[in-house]
């Protein structure tokens, strides 16, 4: 090969590394369609006179900063004219960190969009009767996952249904206080979701339409519940102090984006949709002979609720600016 051939190849592989590295996914990789139709954030829904102008400044004080609006919005092919009941994404997760999402930034009805709701789990008192289980795998295969085909046997009296989907979960028992050590429920962790392709005597043959964690035998299966990916917002409960128990994958720390559970439910009046301040509170000494006070609460991030239960709740970190970890305290929003 002459010096020219040799100096063409050589040019056109450092052409292609460089594309590859400056433009891996939009040349590559086909964009997600559920990313780019359902981003993590607040959202708003259009009134009747509403504009981008108008949103702009009720939401971030100043009308100049629509073209950002519309630009966070690719649904809208022309800012100048928005709908009634159109849903317009007013914050999404790199925004939290540069604006507090406080009661008078959120103009109802507003909502707050979470792609991954299915996949969230619970804490509750007892276990869930499941009305199935995971006996074996086409092909023996062991690490079961999406398109794999499985074999449930049916439980607890249960006939599952032809046709019909299902959520695969896992439990984890007992959860417990860690600085008191007492009871609190059995965690059910969402490991995916199938679909009953045949019926036969006592067991059914089932497609795995999603896996959010690795499938594994004597996995449970139970009923699907009906969820939204938009979270409406609504009033926190004034005066509620709680913690945080742990994270549903159970870290050390964690931070922004984590699902967590808290130790107040239905029976403390929060519902889903409501928001709270995650936060810690030192003691100091005025004098340094002198007793220690309380100091005021630091805010070290924010949560929304996604589930509730009678005594315990599933909640989304929306922010942190500092690491969480189990125990750390919760309270009405700060500065409110």
């Not at 690719?74 to 009661?103: A, C, S």
């Amino acid at each position: 090969m002459n010096s020219g051939g040799k100096i063409k190849i050589i040019f056109s592989i450092i052409l292609f590394t460089a594309i590859t590295f400056l433009f891996p996914f939009n040349i590559f990789a086909e964009k997600n369609p559920e990313t780019s139709k359902f981003k993590a954030g607040f959202y708003y829904t259009v009134k009747k006179g509403d504009t981008l102008w108008d949103l702009s400044e009720q939401f971030s004080d100043s009308p100049w900063v629509w073209p950002e609006l519309w630009g966070e919005n690719e649904q809208l092919l022309n800012p100048h004219w928005i709908y009634p009941g159109e849903k317009i994404r007013i914050f999404h997760m790199d925004w939290l960190g540069k604006k507090r999402v406080t009661q008078k930034t959120i103009v109802e009805p507003a909502f707050y969009a979470y792609p991954q709701i299915e996949r969230a789990g619970f804490i509750k008192k007892t276990a869930i009767k499941p009305v199935g289980s995971i006996f074996k795998a086409k092909d023996d295969k062991v690490m079961i996952s999406a398109g794999d085909l499985v074999y449930i046997r049916e439980e607890s009296g249960a006939q599952l249904i032809k046709g019909d989907k299902y959520m695969i979960y896992r439990t984890i028992c007992p959860i417990t206080d860690e600085s008191t050590n007492s009871y609190i429920g059995v965690q059910h962790l969402i490991i995916g979701q199938v679909k009953i392709l045949k019926n036969e005597q006592g067991f059914v043959l089932a497609n795995v339409l999603k896996s959010f964690r690795m499938i594994r035998k004597n996995d449970y299966i139970m009923p699907c519940e009906k969820k939204t990916s938009f979270i409406e917002l609504k009033k926190s409960k004034k005066g509620l102090d709680g913690k945080i128990i742990l994270s549903e994958e159970h870290q050390v720390m964690f931070e922004s984006a984590t699902i967590a559970f808290i130790n107040k439910g239905n029976q403390d009046d929060v519902t889903t949709g409501q928001q709270y301040s995650i936060y810690r509170q030192e003691k100091g000494k005025i004098k340094s002979s002198g007793p220690k006070v309380i100091l005021p609460p630091d805010e070290i991030g924010t949560l929304l609720v996604l589930r509730t239960e009678a005594e315990t709740s599933t909640v989304l970190i929306t922010n942190s600016e500092r690491n969480i970890e189990p125990g750390t305290m919760i309270c009405y929003p700060l500065g409110k």
